[in-house]
C-alpha cells in the first residue's frame, strides 16, 4: 500500500513553505509537536456561558500517535479545533510545533494550519468534481507552490497511500475507502507536523476501517505524529497512548494495550531512521 518512502514522515516541515531553511539536522527533533497548558475555550450562548475546556494541559511529542475519547459533550471537537488552529483558546497557552498560537490572527493562523496541520475528517471533505489528484495538490495550490512541485509531491503522497493508480478518479468513481485514502494524501502532502483526524473511521465500514487505521499505523512507522479524535475504543485501540477528556479537562492518560504488546512498534521509536528496520521487524 505504501512505497516505502518513508523518510519523509519525520522530517522537518520541510523546503516548500517560507523558504524555512532547514540546514540544521532535524532541529526540530526535540521540540514538542503539541504544547497546552491551561487551556479554555468559552461560549457565550444568549446570557449563559459555556465553559467546553477548563483549563486543559496536553503534551505531544514527535512521532507519538495519540487517540482523544471521552463523552459526548466533553470537549472533543472544541478541543480538535483548538489544536488544528481552527480556533483560539478563550485562555491558555498553546504552542504547536515551536509556533505559540494561542495569541496569532486569523490569517496568521490560516497558515500555520496549512503548514503544520493535515486533517482528516469523517466525511472525506473532498471536491466531488475533481480529480484524487487535484484535491491532493490543493493544498499546495494554497500554499504557493509551482506546479511542477505540486505535481511531484501530489503523485507522490497518493503513491503513499497506494492510490498511485486512481489519481485521474473523481471521488464518486472511488469506495469509502479509497475516498478516504485520497484525504490522508491531502493531509499529507505539506508534510504537516500533525496528521489530526476527526472520526476517521466514523463512515466506513468495518473491513474499511481497519484498512484506514492500518495505513495510519504505516505512517505512524514511518514517523508522522498522529492525534485521532474518536469515540471508538476499537479505533483509540490503534494508537499507543489514549487521552480521556471530560468536562473539558484530561480526564485519563494512559498507553494503549498495543504499546505495552512486546514489539509494539512505536514504544522507543525513535522516527524515521527506525521506520524501515520497524517495519522489517514486524512479524
Ligand atoms: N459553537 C458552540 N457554541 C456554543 N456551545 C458550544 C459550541 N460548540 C460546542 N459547544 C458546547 O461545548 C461543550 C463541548 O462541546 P464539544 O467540544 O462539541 O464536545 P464533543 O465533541 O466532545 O461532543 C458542549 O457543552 C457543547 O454544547
Ligand atoms: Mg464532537
Not at 17 to 40: E, F, R
Not at 74 to 79: E, M, V
Not at 226 to 246: C, G
Not at 252 to 275: K, L, M, Y
Amino acid at each position: 500500500m505504501i512505497s516505502g518512502r518513508g523518510q519523509r514522515g519525520a522530517a522537518p516541515p520541510s523546503s516548500g513553505d517560507a523558504g524555512a531553511s532547514t540546514a540544521t539536522a532535524a532541529p526540530a527533533a526535540s521540540v514538542p509537536v503539541i504544547k497546552a497548558h491551561g487551556l479554555t475555550r468559552d461560549y457565550v450562548v444568549g446570557s449563559e456561558l459555556v465553559r467546553a475546556l477548563r483549563g486543559l494541559d496536553l503534551g505531544i511529542q514527535r512521532n507519538e500517535y495519540v487517540a482523544i475519547m471521552g463523552p459526548s459533550g466533553s470537549g472533543k471537537s472544541t478541543l480538535m479545533n483548538v489544536i488544528g488552529c481552527l480556533d483560539t483558546p478563550t485562555a491558555g497557552e498553546y504552542v504547536l510545533n515551536g509556533t505559540r498560537v494561542s495569541d496569532l490572527t486569523d490569517r496568521e493562523l490560516a497558515r500555520v494550519r496549512n503548514r503544520e496541520i493535515g486533517f482528516v475528517f469523517q466525511t472525506f471533505n473532498l471536491l466531488a468534481r475533481s480529480s484524487a489528484f487535484h484535491n491532493v495538490e490543493l493544498p499546495l495550490l494554497y500554499a504557493g507552490m509551482k506546479p511542477a512541485e505540486r505535481r511531484a509531491r501530489a503523485e507522490e503522497a497518493l503513491e503513499r497511500v497506494g492510490l498511485a493508480d486512481r489519481m485521474r478518479h473523481r471521488p464518486n468513481e472511488l469506495s469509502g475507502g479509497q475516498r478516504q485514502r485520497v484525504a490522508v494524501a491531502r493531509a499529507l502532502v505539506t508534510r504537516p507536523a500533525l496528521l489530526l483526524a476527526d472520526e476517521p473511521t466514523g463512515n466506513l465500514d468495518t473491513a474499511t476501517g481497519d484498512e484506514v487505521l492500518a495505513l495510519f499505523e504505516e505512517l505512524h512507522r514511518q514517523g508522522q505524529t498522529i492525534v485521532v479524535v474518536t469515540h471508538e475504543p476499537d479505533v483509540a485501540a490503534h494508537a499507543l497512548r489514549r487521552v480521556s477528556i471530560r468536562d473539558g479537562r484530561v480526564e485519563s492518560d494512559i498507553p494503549t494495550a498495543r504499546a505495552a504488546r512486546p514489539g509494539g512498534e512505536g514504544v522507543g521509536h525513535t522516527g524515521a531512521q527506525a521506520g524501515t528496520a520497524a517495519e522489517e521487524g514486524r512479524g
